[in-house]
């Protein structure tokens, strides 16, 4: 099988998030996308992160019923912080008749020369690419062969904003999914 994996901190997951699966899921030929959350990004403070199965369930209730995609916590069980190699040295060993293709953003390709072993990630997987606002070719990156960029239309729509606008009470409706709302009003998260 040829999975996708969206990693992410899906905090929380939003209707942009969904979109950029949907497209991934129709074009580019993936039998699977797999939602893989990150418990702690290298890159980010945690400051802000709800609880990792918090989040869990917030996008098990995105994608209910959606059978092309599934939500992992395969890096819940990893070394922190989550590092993508790590993750995906993990899935080859674990499955190793499937093939893994990391799904990242256009300014995470811009930093993708930084990440660890990044040479390896590109050396055992295709790197999928949707481009962001501002986005820019990567001089270092430019044109390899394993990296394979989309134009997936997009939500300018972020999961701080939507913290942003819960802490300032305002409506999140139809910028999450209506079961991700109502879950996150009930338990009061990001207050």
């Known amino acids: 099988m040829k999975i996708g994996l969206f990693f992410g901190s899906f905090n929380p997951v939003h209707t942009g998030h969904l979109l ?21 990004n290298p890159f980010k403070a945690n400051d802000e992160l709800l609880d990792e199965n918090q989040r869990l369930t917030l996008l098990k209730l995105a994608i209910d019923g959606d059978t ?58 295709e790197v999928y690419v949707y481009r962001r606002a501002g986005f820019h070719e990567n001089p270092i990156l430019a044109n390899h062969p394993r990296i394979k960029i989309f134009e997936v239309p997009l939500l300018n729509i972020s999961s701080t904003y939507i913290r942003e606008m819960i802490q300032a009470g305002k409506s999140i409706k139809y910028l999450v999914p209506e079961e991700v709302e109502s879950y996150i009003t009930q338990h009061l998260l990001y207050q």
């Open 20 to 40: 950029i699966a949907n497209y991934f899921s129709q074009f580019a030929s993936f039998n699977k996308i797999w939602f893989v959350i990150t418990p702690q």
């Open 68 to 125: 092309r995609f599934e939500a992992s916590n395969i890096e819940f069980k990893l070394e922190r912080p989550s590092y993508t190699v790590n993750t995906l040295k993990y899935l080859r060993s674990q499955y190793p008749n499937d093939t893994f293709c990391p799904i990242i953003g256009g300014d995470n390709l811009q930093s993708f020369h930084l990440w660890k072993e990044y040479k390896d990630i590109l050396e055992n997987h």
